[in-house]
């Protein structure tokens, strides 16, 4: 058993997908250990908020 991550590279300019999605196949099935996981392929994924967190404070702030 495992999880499946889907990187998506975009653009907060205009809609757009610059380069493929890529799905990366974790052993980790928990939150901790995936994001520990995934730091290995992107060093700064601690550092980043959630998707609905973000999507949250950015629609929030567009009235």
Known sequence: ???????VF???ER???PR???VVALQATGKLA???E?????????NTFE?????????GTRG
């Open 34 to 36: 995936a994001t520990k």
């Open 15 to 17: 809609l757009r997908i």
């Open 1 to 7: 058993m495992g999880s499946i991550a889907i990187r």
């Open 51 to 59: 998707a609905c967190i973000e999507y949250a404070a950015y629609y």
């Open 38 to 46: 995934l730091s290995q392929y992107v060093p700064e994924f601690p």
């Open 10 to 12: 975009h653009d907060h």
């Open 20 to 22: 493929a999605l890529r």
